[in-house]
């Protein structure tokens, strides 16, 4: 592992056992309140991710972005006059160690940076909520858009769908009265991208043939054979790279020669040198909020440039450190208008958030962001990309910032 990423996982925050300190309220000389984890000096924030499990590629890659960024950002003078620090902690996408590990850090913290998984999320809401905890998601989920309490960076997992499922449609020759595969995680990461198949299948005359599985599922050819029994002709992932693989590798090797669409987490440039490689380059798309690594705009061309300098040996991903470090760049922004306020409390920070109705990312993110409605998905966007071992990230553009129509008329369920 990273010598960067080890010491960032190996820092300790105190254990706070008191509630009515965790949840006191400061005030400092220039008027600005402050709540837990907020100094004179610091900012302390939190993170949760997967180091070690199902998504432990993306994971890693996301807490060298989230450093990235906040070293950049730290040298030109922090926020509010103060240095953010992220204290990282691996669940190994296990919901009770992340709830146990959320215990041990909520009092010392003024928000979660990230918390990753959507099963993870799931177990954490109710406490979340009840501590007034700002919390940054990597993860794409509709079942959150409720909660106020939980950032999305992006649109959801089904407007993503849509937008990729209406991109073949457009351009690979899918029509009405076809068969579209779809194995997806179960629990609302999976949950979430099945309705946005369902609803392209209901409104474009296509038949989803659905197969549900585990994030331990690894070896996915039964459910390729159920596909190419059906015929399908095409083929949705939402669920983890080592799936995306399985699923690529297994329909190349029986003949079954479809394009395939994954949602973000679905991809990591790491598969391109496995034995699955040869059939994900020849057809897997990715769809994500997220602009690719290799994009070509000033934004992610100096975000891909310092991430090299930083970590010359590393691998940079869409949604790994191309996620970890816009996100970061969104909480930012949030901390500074908290700032801005006069009210750097948990409170005060889920104000800010919702005020924010037009971050502009540079493209890092597809399209602007809009945090007024904490109903709604902050965009609609997308970019689509291709599977391409010569790029960087492993993947190249092949369109967006693309929202379509079918994605303009949906209203996501929560």
């Known amino acids: 592992m990273n010598r960067r990423l ?31 984890g907020v ?40 926020v509010c006059g103060r240095k953010v620090e992220v204290t990282v902690k691996d669940h190994g996408y296990d919901p009770q160690k992340a709830v146990s590990l959320y215990r041990g850090m909520s009092g010392d913290v003024l928000a979660l ?55 073949l449609m457009r351009t690979k020759g899918i029509k009405a009265g076809d068969k579209i595969g779809h194995v997806y995680f179960v629990g609302d990461f999976g949950e979430s991208a099945l309705r946005g198949s369902e609803y392209v299948a209901k409104q474009k005359g296509l038949t989803i043939v659905k197969q549900q599985i585990k994030p331990t599922d690894t070896d996915l050819s039964a459910q390729v054979s159920a596909f190419r029994a059906a015929r399908v ?22 003949g079954l020669n479809v394009p395939i669409l994954a949602n973000g ?23 994500s909020s997220i602009a690719p690594v290799s994009a070509q705009t000033p934004a992610a061309t100096a975000a891909a440039a310092a991430f090299d300098k930083a970590y010359p040996d590393a691998t940079p ?16 922004a949030v901390l500074q208008k908290a700032c801005d306020n006069h009210d750097l409390t948990r409170t005060g920070l889920l104000t800010a958030q919702h005020q924010l109705s037009a971050v502009d990312t540079g493209g890092l993110v597809a399209g602007v962001l809009d945090y007024s409605d904490p109903a709604q998905p902050p965009s609609r966007t997308v970019y689509i ?3 391409d071992s010569a790029a960087r990230g492993g993947l190249t553009t092949v369109g967006g910032p693309v929202e379509s129509e079918l994605a303009k008329a949906y209203q996501p369920a929560s």
């Open 113 to 167: 940076q990230t918390v990753l998984g959507s099963p993870v999320i799931s177990a954490l809401r109710s406490t979340v909520d009840a501590d007034d905890m700002l919390v940054g998601f990597a993860g794409w989920s509709s079942a959150v858009l409720s909660d106020p309490h939980i950032q999305l960076v992006g649109t959801t997992y089904d407007i993503e769908t849509i937008n990729g499922l209406d991109f």
């Open 317 to 332: 991903t869409q949604v790994g450190s191309g996620f970890g470090y816009v996100q970061a760049q969104v909480t930012k």
């Open 39 to 78: 100094t004179a000096a610091t900012i302390k924030l939190g993170s949760l991710v997967d180091l070690t499990a199902v998504f432990a590629p993306l994971g890693k890659s996301l807490v060298q972005g989230t450093q990235l960024y906040w070293n950049q950002q730290n040298a030109a003078g922090g």
């Open 233 to 254: 002709t095409a083929i949705l992932v939402s669920a983890g790279p080592t799936q995306a693989a399985s699923v690529a590798g297994v329909a190349k090797s029986v």
């Open 265 to 287: 987490p679905g991809f990591t440039p790491q598969l391109l040198s496995t034995p699955a490689g040869p059939a994900l380059k020849d057809n897997l798309y990715v769809v």
């Open 385 to 387: 990309a291709r599977a």
């Open 6 to 36: 080890v010491a960032a996982a190996a820092i300790l925050p105190l254990l706070l056992t008191a509630c009515s300190k965790a949840k006191s309220n400061g005030q400092d000389a220039g008027g600005l309140k402050t709540g837990p």
